[in-house]
């Protein structure tokens, strides 16, 4: 299993069934801690390896500085061959992240698990914002 993950503002499919992603981004400022996020988005790819089909339970979790998980979401994918493609199977992720709470500064990363492997995915670096920067 790969993945390419992205934290971000919107995502959704055109026409086409294509993902896209927009405002991307790694890095919050707050100007105190706890700090709360009331909406941003986890979307991206997830590409299956040979053996990973059918429904294809999942873990993904965002971790504080420390590794603890402050926010956890579990879910599957049903994961089918694609005939004609030289590509593996892929799922689409676009999920919602509401009110977050991000206990202290710091380095704060998503860990993806499926049957006890585990990918890590993008990171995203909180501060203290100064008063004229603060989101």
């Not at 993902?19 to 009331?38: C, N, V």
């Not at 299956?48 to 971790?63: A, H």
Request: proline share 9%; aromatic share 8%.
């Amino acid at each position: 299993m790969e993945c390419a993950l992205f934290f971000c503002h919107r995502a959704g499919s055109d026409d086409s069934g294509q993902l896209e992603i927009r405002g991307i981004f790694d890095e919050l400022r707050a100007p105190s801690f706890p700090a709360r996020q009331p909406r941003m988005r986890l979307a991206g790819l997830v590409s299956w390896n040979d053996g990973e089909r059918g429904r294809v339970p999942f873990l993904i979790e965002l971790l504080d500085p420390g590794d603890k998980a402050v926010f956890t979401i579990q879910g599957f994918s049903e994961v089918e061959e694609s005939p004609g493609s030289a590509a593996p199977p892929r799922t689409q992720l676009n999920l919602p992240l509401e009110d977050v709470t991000f206990p202290e500064p710091g380095r704060y990363r998503i860990r993806l698990e499926v049957d006890g492997r585990q990918v890590y995915g993008p990171s995203l670096y909180l501060g203290k914002a100064h008063d004229a920067d603060a989101e």
